[in-house]
């Protein structure tokens, strides 16, 4: 996504157009043997450029649809990955003196009169997954994408757990005298 700076005018421009799923994806898969996400169709950007005297604010929405394994039941499952991007674009003829050399996570500096904004957007994507990410549940706390109660799953054999009653579980109380009656014995 190549853009003349130059021709953005002061009122602003709106551009909404996929990016290439392919790079993306293989961004991803960098440094990895398996894809632990893959996006499954082009991400859609929806951003609104706007001129100003200091640089070019360009603010908006990038989402896209992706495969990724759930952290709670293990299966890849679709997500979708909204992310709100929200930058300054300034030449390093914009930035004000030594002093605002630093890294400013909001400024991207550009040189020419191009800049190509792909890269950033495939970043808001990759920077807005979670390694961690689950489906939502709902009210039985139950996984909205594969119907399984995953709260309760029992990693080692894949059955869920059998719950104890509040009732039978022990106090804390009542293990550490455990703990101490235990202790004498020795």
Known sequence: MRILVTTIPFSGMKIDAPIAKDPLNA?????????????????????????????????????????QGCSTCGDTVPHEVISTVDWLLQTSSDRAGLDDELDDPGVIVYEGDHIN??????????????????????????????KRQCSAKAWSSGE??????????????????GALAEKKKR
């Open 27 to 67: 961004r991803l898969q960098e440094g990895s043997e398996e894809g632990a996400v893959t996006f499954t169709e082009d991400p859609l950007v929806d951003i609104t450029l706007t001129r100003t005297h200091g640089g070019v604010m360009v603010k908006g929405v990038v989402t896209g649809t992706c495969l």
């Open 160 to 177: 869920p757990k059998e719950s104890a009653a509040p009732e039978s579980r022990p106090s804390l109380g009542s293990l550490l005298k």
């Open 117 to 146: 904004l792909e890269d950033q957007l495939q970043e808001t994507l990759i920077l807005n997954l979670s390694p961690f990410w689950h489906p939502p549940r709902d009210a039985q706390d139950m996984c909205t994408l594969c």
